[in-house]
């Protein structure tokens, strides 16, 4: 990709053209003032994770709404950010034709991508949650309260299955070979996998459980991790 | 001189087009037709400076559509249905694509369509514009069972084969206009289209009754249309 011509004209490339995967938007993009594919990715990150967010918080609580529509957005760039020097050391050492800045910019990009689509199905998810029976207070219930979480699991795996088919198409394009791409993208995925369920355990709840009050982050955040808590769920089970 | 007027002989004649250039569309009823018989001209003028126009006459076109066979639907409990029905089934169209188009958009880009929202929303006006345009070819049909049946499971389960029919020829239709925008995989579309008829469904549960008859405008129990359709079909109606 470093050593791709693309046709630059200054401007950004339409997000339509990363989305169809189209080599030379990317390109372009990577090939922009870090700063401004910066600004730009993340403030499409901010707005399409923030109201998928907001559309999955809704049915619990306005509150718990605007809460995760901070949260959701906010998760992706820490991991992001976070994982930044990892992923371009990692690069580096498998082989990988993309500078440290580069490498950032295409996981920021694919999860730019992931948030566009998150974004364009929050409508669907509102639709949902206005057809689904109130949150009732007094007996902390809701019908379709489950049928949310799975569809929102649905929405998310699809959007990251979706980002990084092209993520993985870019770093062909970079390296002109389809093992070394695979190879790469694998340890990115487990790096962003560890950082992200992490980061993700401290600012829960995202849906806002029914037995729970709305909070921005629970009182016992830092206190276990995520690997801890599904190793117990798998033992209780197990043991059942 | 009008450049379009033919050479005279001897003259060089301007190499031919590769793709010859549909006629323009003149007025709405010609949109129409070209809808039905040529979808391409239509695919086409959304591309060029009479797209706002076009897409303006599918719109109207589908809520007098939508409107006509609202009132059929109406017409099986008469009274405030016969414009209750109507104003709800073509709102309640409007208001599913809206929720839906935002999808279609990231979908179409993602299958590798190199396409602007404008067409988007032209292609998605073609749809529901062909899809109404056929209901209202049912509604003889539909009407002539509304003032013969009294059961209101059996009238929506027609009502509902009817919009299925509709829905088969105006997804063809619109999968060929992606493939006119060069989209290379149509699979997000076709999940795309799976979801829009979901939405349509649950959209005409949340905005229940459309057949039937109520004391309130709009329902104050929230209900999944399986679980409205079960209900409808234990009672036995």
Request: aromatic share 12%; proline share 6%; glycine share 10%.
């Amino acid at each position: 990709m470093t050593s791709q011509t693309a046709k630059d004209d200054g401007n950004p490339a339409p997000l339509g053209a990363l989305l169809a995967g189209e080599p030379e938007a990317v390109a372009r993009d990577l090939g922009r003032p870090a700063l401004g594919t910066l600004g730009r990715h993340s403030t499409v990150i901010v707005i399409g994770a923030g109201l998928f967010g907001a559309s999955i918080g809704l049915w619990r609580d306005p509150v718990q709404a605007l809460y995760t529509a901070v949260k959701l957005p906010l998760i992706l760039l820490l991991c992001a950010t976070g994982n930044a020097l990892l992923n371009g050391i990692i690069g580096a050492m498998l082989g990988l034709k993309l500078t440290f800045r580069q490498s950032f910019l295409a996981i920021l990009m694919s999860f730019s991508i992931a948030s566009t689509i998150l974004g364009s199905v929050s409508p669907l998810l509102f639709f949902y949650v206005w057809n689904m029976t109130p949150f009732d207070p007094a007996h902390r219930t809701a019908e379709g309260y489950s049928g949310l979480m799975v569809l929102a699991v649905a929405a998310i795996a699809f959007a990251g299955i979706a980002s990084n088919i092209r993520l993985v198409g870019w770093l062909d394009r970079a390296n002109a070979s389809r093992v070394l791409s695979l190879r790469v993208l694998f340890c990115w995925l487990a790096g962003n996998l560890v950082l992200g369920s992490q980061l993700s355990w401290i600012l829960r709840p995202f849906f806002g459980s029914p037995n729970l009050d709305v909070q921005f982050v629970r009182a016992d955040a830092f206190q276990g991790n995520f690997f801890q808590a599904l190793w117990i769920a798998v033992r209780t089970v197990v043991d059942r | 001189m009008n450049t379009s007027d033919p050479a005279p002989p001897g003259t060089t004649q301007p190499p031919p087009l590769t793709q010859p250039v549909p006629e323009p569309l003149a007025g709405p009823f010609s949109i129409l037709e070209a809808l039905l018989r040529e979808p391409n001209r239509v695919w086409h003028a959304f591309r060029g400076d009479e797209a706002g126009r076009v897409i303006a006459v599918l719109i109207f076109a589908t809520a007098v559509c939508a409107a006509l066979y609202g009132v059929v639907i109406g017409s099986f409990s008469k009274g405030p249905q016969l414009w209750a029905a109507p104003v709800k089934v073509t709102l309640g169209l409007f208001f599913s694509v809206i929720i839906c188009l935002p999808s279609l958009y990231i979908f179409a880009s993602l299958g590798g369509a190199r396409t602007r929202l404008v067409e988007v929303i032209g292609l998605t006006a073609g749809l529901i514009t062909q899809n109404t345009l056929l209901l209202v070819g049912f509604a003889p049909v539909a009407w002539i069972f509304s003032e013969s049946t009294d059961s209101i499971a059996w009238m929506g389960a027609m009502h509902l084969a009817f919009w299925f029919v509709s829905c088969a020829f105006g997804f063809r239709l619109f999968l060929a206009g992606f493939e006119h925008l060069n989209a290379r995989h149509l699979g997000g579309i076709r999940v795309w289209l799976a979801m829009f008829i979901v939405v349509v469904l649950q959209m005409s549960t949340a905005l229940r009754p459309l057949i039937g008859t109520s004391e309130d405008f709009l329902p104050k129990e929230k209900r999944f249309f399986l679980k409205h359709w079960f209900h409808q079909m234990d009672e036995g109606k």
